[in-house]
């Protein structure tokens, strides 16, 4: 190197070599950089790399992904003519590589490792880290450069105190270091060999799929959440006005929906409630409640909501889509008093109550509608799905645009049954069962492939979950099919079935009720454009679907939450609650869903997550958006997430177990080779144990819990946080209830069953007994003693008064909660199930006189298994 005479005057005063050693404790506070063994792409803006809008002029190698764009690239460009003009040509040749490659380091999309910035609360380091052979030869050739870099650093941080104060410090020890190769190499060398600068580029392991969404070793896509809103009770749907205020709308089942603004504030008025007209039950698994909203596509004008949801009228179940006007005085309110009836259908069961309102690309409003309860569709010769002449089991099509001086609505000219007589006009496709959660495809940003197309989850039977692409006519099987496969057998074989199959279908292993999502279509997560993200309610599994537009077919992906460092971003999370009730995109088409750890109406366990990309993300300033301003009357409720940030957790020991942990076992995508476990974490209420001579049982008051929350990590399950229930003070019996005593069954983690008559006395027919897995005496999976057998009752049309009996049986007052779909555990396949369709009035000595099939007869699996939760009311003992 040949530098030119100025740069004899040093930048800044030169150590004496008599005063190092004085020094000597400051240069190893500098030196001790935290480091790890694995790193993940990251910026020094603490977010994920991108890919420039516009090409990178002078760190070239970074202009496919990486950390800077155009005006980062010049910027650096700058810094390094300004180092390189105290140069002459032979220094310019033999030192510029070497200056070049660590200042564009900060375009490296391992930035934030190499300048040990992946945690924003530690210090960042000041030059990024080298590797040992590197560094050697950068002392060798031109040591006296790194004065410069960082004097050029120094110019860069001016607006930064701290930053300033950490250059001055180094000033005195810059000389020594440029003398010194072992304290040179000390301040530069990234211990890390892996992941130290050059070799990081040569790391096959960790470029072979840079920029693309990490995978697990199992294929899993690694994604990670971000919480957005929290306290809900069961949070049903979420939707946007696409008025440009970015506000989005809660609703919860119980019959409130709640206004968000873009910073994340709630408006602490309701914009809707509608609790008082609502039906629905705080027991989990109830199928009926507020179900939907959705706003008129040109809300800004027509201003206009419409909603879907449970009533009790004329002593008949229905379901009621009705339509209300905005409040002419808030802007974040309807108005009460503007309520119109659109449409009723009668609901001959509890169950399969539909769920799903929204607005096509066309203008018309769709509605979805199940199948109208029970197993199996049984009502006439072909089930109500098959059957154009009811609105039952069908996907609806209206016209509600125009409406202030006419009938509710209008039938769309096009719709497509509107010439056979005996159809319903307003059908738009049939053949469903239970469609939970629809939407609409944005289109693809550039091309705008896939627009308008229509999705749709479709809730199965006893073996297949299943995701339709709805088409305009379309006959999508049920219930002569079931997924792929025939459920009724003599309808499959007729010829004129001409069903649609669906994209996807997949088995009960690995979950049991689909809940539908959404193409994503955003602008902050590039990767994820096209894909296809839905979930299920049971398994509490994330899935997606990848078009291959070439073939048509969909290929599946499962979806976990990104281990180790993947997550290690600010305000990420990588856990949720396994109950996933619903998707929903914003106004930008960013994805979310909602997900509750107690499936109940009345706990406040529901939570809002945003789907996050920790591999890549926009390049800066291409989402940006600016809300259009919002009046608010009332206050605001800011939000305050309660999930520790995955950055901000610290490794722990593992701590004393405080509860009791159970395992269950769902499969993964390959379902016949890899097995996943989900961990759950069930509390129990505390007991206080006396003894006493007397007959009088021990009891004590607790809160009724339907179920423990629990959150999942989308491999596995966990249940860090303390869930939020239904307060209905109950006196719950810890030893066995009158004529009660424990089963048979193994000690430990044995099956443990409570019934009567299990002292030695003969049982009846029609005796009930509880098997619970925790040990737990007043609630359990119910089985039923007939013919000399013990068997299950199936959860169809099972509900609180059917419950009420087997409480009563058991020496119980009430019923606090059914329990649906074997959440209270499944038999053994060697059990037989004895009854289904149990409807009971609550007055019935046994289960046997209520109304019901025939002793045997079922349509279910033990997937199906009903459970109940039984206690007594205040006051009784």
């Known amino acids: 190197m040949t530098p030119r005479s100025n740069l004899v005057v040093a930048p800044w005063p030169v150590l004496r070599t008599t005063s190092l050693s004085y020094l000597l404790p400051l240069l190893l506070v500098l030196l001790i950089h935290p480091w790890r063994g694995s790193c993940h792409p990251q910026c020094l803006d603490f977010k994920p790399p991108f890919e420039p809008r516009q090409p990178l002029v002078f760190c070239k190698e970074y202009t496919k992904f990486g950390c800077c764009d155009l005006e980062q690239d010049e910027e650096i460009s700058t810094r390094f003519y300004t180092i390189m003009d105290y140069f002459d040509y032979s220094g310019f040749t033999t030192c510029g590589k070497f200056i070049r490659s660590i200042l564009c380091q900060e375009c490296s999309p391992y930035s934030a490792h190499l300048y040990d910035a992946e945690d924003a609360n530690t210090p960042m380091r000041l030059l990024p880290g080298l590797c040992g052979d590197y560094c050697a030869d950068y002392w060798h050739q031109c040591r006296y450069t790194l004065s410069l870099v960082l004097e050029g650093l120094g110019s860069k941080s001016v607006q930064d105190p701290g930053h300033r104060g950490h250059l001055a410090r180094m000033a005195n020890l810059t000389a020594a270091m440029e003398e010194d190769q072992g304290l040179f ?331 539908g999502g959404y193409i994503y279509r955003g602008c902050q997560m590039p990767n994820l454009n096209g894909l296809y993200i839905f979930g299920d309610f049971m398994s509490g599994r994330l899935m997606s679907l990848k078009e291959n537009t070439t073939t048509g077919e969909w290929l599946y992906n499962e979806i976990c939450m990104g281990k180790d460092q993947t997550c290690r971003f600010p305000k990420l999370i990588n856990s949720y609650y396994k109950y996933i009730i619903s998707f929903a995109e914003d106004e930008a088409g960013e994805l979310y869903f909602l997900a509750t750890g107690s499936p109940s109406a009345s706990a406040r366990a529901g939570v809002v997550y945003k789907i996050m990309d920790p591999s890549k993300r926009a390049p800066p300033g291409k989402c940006s958006i600016k809300p259009s301003p919002v009046k608010v009357k009332g206050k605001l409720i800011h939000f305050y997430p309660k999930e520790e940030f995955v950055i901000n957790k610290k490794p722990t020991t593992t701590a004393a177990p405080t509860t009791t942990t159970r395992k269950t076992t769902t499969t993964t995508r390959k379902a016949t080779t890899t097995t996943r476990k989900a961990t759950t974490t069930t509390r129990k209420a505390t007991t206080t144990t006396r003894k006493t001579t007397t007959t009088r049982k021990a009891t004590t008051t607790a809160t009724a819990e339907t179920t423990t929350p629990r959150k999942t990590t989308g491999k596995t399950a966990t249940a860090a946080r303390r869930p939020t229930t239904t307060k209905a003070t109950v006196t719950v019996h810890k030893t066995p209830p009158r004529g009660g005593g424990g089963g048979g069954g193994r000690a430990g983690g044995r099956i443990r069953t409570y019934n009567q008559g299990s002292r030695g006395k003969k049982l009846r027919t029609g005796a009930v007994r509880l098997v619970s897995a925790d040990g737990l005496r007043d609630r359990g999976r119910v089985e039923i003693f007939i013919h000399g057998q013990w068997g299950t009752v199936c959860d169809d049309l099972f509900n609180s008064k059917a419950a009420a009996v087997v409480c009563r049986q058991l020496g119980f007052t009430a019923s606090l909660a059914v329990m649906k779909r074997a959440t209270l555990g499944e038999a053994e396949s060697a059990v037989r199930i004895l009854l289904d369709d149990v409807e009971c009035r609550g007055t019935e000595r046994t289960l046997l006189e209520c109304k019901r099939s025939k002793i045997g007869k079922h349509n279910c699996s033990h997937q199906e298994d009903v459970g109940v939760i039984c206690g007594y009311q205040t006051g009784e003992e």
């Open 185 to 515: 190499c000390d301040f530069l060398v990234l211990k890390d060999r892996q992941y130290c600068y050059p070799n990081v580029l040569t790391n096959a392991e960790l470029n072979a799929n840079l920029g693309s969404v990490r995978e697990d070793p199992e294929g899993c896509l690694e994604l990670c959440l971000q919480e957005v809103a929290n306290g809900l009770r069961n949070p049903v749907a979420m939707i946007h006005a696409n008025d440009g205020s970015h506000r989005f709308f809660v609703a919860e089942q119980l019959g409130y929906v709640w206004v968000y603004l873009a910073n994340g504030s709630r408006v602490d008025r309701p914009f809707l409630n509608l609790t008082q007209a609502v039906l629905t039950s705080p027991w989990a698994g109830d199928e009926r409640g507020f179900l939907c909203i959705a706003l008129h596509p040109r809300f800004t004008t027509v201003r206009k909501a419409y909603v879907y949801y449970s009533v009790y009228a004329k002593r008949q179940e229905k379901i009621r889509i009705s339509e209300f006007t905005l409040s002419p005085h808030d802007d974040n309110q309807l108005d009460h008093a503007s309520e119109r009836t659109i449409l009723e259908v009668v609901e001959p069961a509890s169950n399969h109550n539909g769920g799903q309102l929204l607005f096509g690309d066309d203008g018309y409003l769709y509605i979805f509608i199940g199948d109208g309860g029970r197993a199996g569709d049984p009502f006439g010769k072909f089930g109500n799905s098959q059957n154009k002449s009811t609105h039952l089991g069908k996907a609806l099509r209206i016209d509600v645009n125009d409406n202030d001086d006419g009938a509710p609505y209008s039938i769309p000219p096009d719709n497509p049954f509107l010439g056979e007589t005996t159809a319903m006009p307003e059908i738009y496709a049939y053949g469903v069962r239970n469609m939970w959660r629809c939407s609409i495809d944005r289109g693809d940003a550039a091309t705008g492939y896939g627009r308008g197309r229509l999705f749709c989850g479709d809730v199965g039977q006893n073996k297949y979950e299943e995701v339709d692409l709805i088409v305009k006519g379309g006959n999508y099987g049920w219930r002569a099919k079931e997924g792929f496969s025939c459920y009724d057998r003599k309808l499959c074989q007729n010829s004129s079935l001409d069903d649609i199959l669906p994209i996807f279908a997949y088995p009960h292993k690995l979950g049991k009720s689909v809940t």
